[in-house]
Nanobody
Framework: QVQLVESGGGLVQPGDSLRLSCAAS????????IGWFRHVPGKEREGVSC?????????YYADSVKGRFTISRDNAKNTVNLQMNSLKPEDTAIYYC??????????????????WGQGTQVTVSS
């Protein structure tokens, strides 16, 4: 069974850091581009970042998170991580990971992804 599971969300204060993880079962993430999206109720789902398959490894970021977020792979654990630093209240959302093969072409279009996790809540508040 193909499954993606996000973890690492929580409640933090502005300026704090969190690391989200996207773990896969049933398939090898090495061959897939992995995108991170976030959703705030009442707004459209927003692409946050993408990393191409391990063959390429290119990374992409939304302007709103560039310089603060870093996406990376842990191939030994079959996971993709999103390190989020200098968090702001506007980063509050449910964060999802998604998989598609193998590149990040049009990475911020959610319809291109076939596999999705269930989401993890990130709340940034003082």
């Amino acid at each position: 069974q193909v499954q993606l599971v996000e973890s690492g969300g929580g409640l933090v204060q502005p300026g704090d850091s969190l690391r989200l993880s996207c773990a896969a079962s049933g398939f090898n993430l090495d061959y897939y581009a992995i995108g991170w999206f976030r959703h705030v109720p009442g707004k459209e789902r927003e692409g946050v970042s993408c990393i191409s398959s391990s063959t390429d490894g290119s990374t992409y970021y939304a302007d709103s998170v560039k310089g603060r977020f870093t996406i990376s792979r842990d191939n030994a654990k079959n996971t993709v991580n999103l390190q989020m630093n200098s968090l702001k209240p506007e980063d509050t959302a449910i964060y999802y990971c998604a998989a598609e093969d193998p590149t990040c072409t049009d990475w911020d279009r959610d319809l291109r992804y076939n596999y999705w996790g269930q989401g993890t809540q990130v709340t940034v508040s003082s």
